[in-house]
Nanobody, 124 residues
């Protein structure tokens, strides 16, 4: 499966932004989908994930209550709605596809496929 992330940009603190990740070349409902982010000079970190059927979502503590992950299987797209953005949310956001179904996929190693990333910059 190929993944294409989009929708990043420069916003101010407190703003909202929705980023998207479109999948192609595979059966979308075979995959749990996730978002990770990587700030300059830091490792890629888990942000959010949604199971293959959309029944379960999980979030990293820094984004709980502010970010919402969702998926549209008809469009083969996963979204990340980010509200109340903070400067510390600035990073490149990567989407991933996982065939791990026996647990909620929150680890980098759970993901077999990655998109190219989209830059989100939050100014104070």
């Amino acid at each position: 499966v190929q993944l294409q992330a989009s929708g990043g940009g420069v916003v101010q603190a407190g703003d909202s932004l929705r980023i998207s990740c479109a999948a192609s070349g595979g059966t979308f409902t075979n995959y749990a989908m996730g978002w990770f982010r990587q700030a300059p000079g830091k490792e890629r970190k888990f942000v959010a994930t949604i199971t293959w059927n959309g029944d379960i979502t999980s979030y990293a503590d820094p984004v709980k209550g502010r970010f919402t992950i969702s998926r549209d299987d008809a469009r083969k797209t996963v979204y990340l709605l980010m509200n109340s953005l903070k400067p510390e949310d600035t990073a490149i956001y990567f989407c991933g596809a996982s065939v791990v179904h026996w647990k909620v996929a929150t680890q980098y190693g759970d993901y077999a496929y990655w998109g190219q990333g989209t830059q989100v910059t939050v100014s104070s």
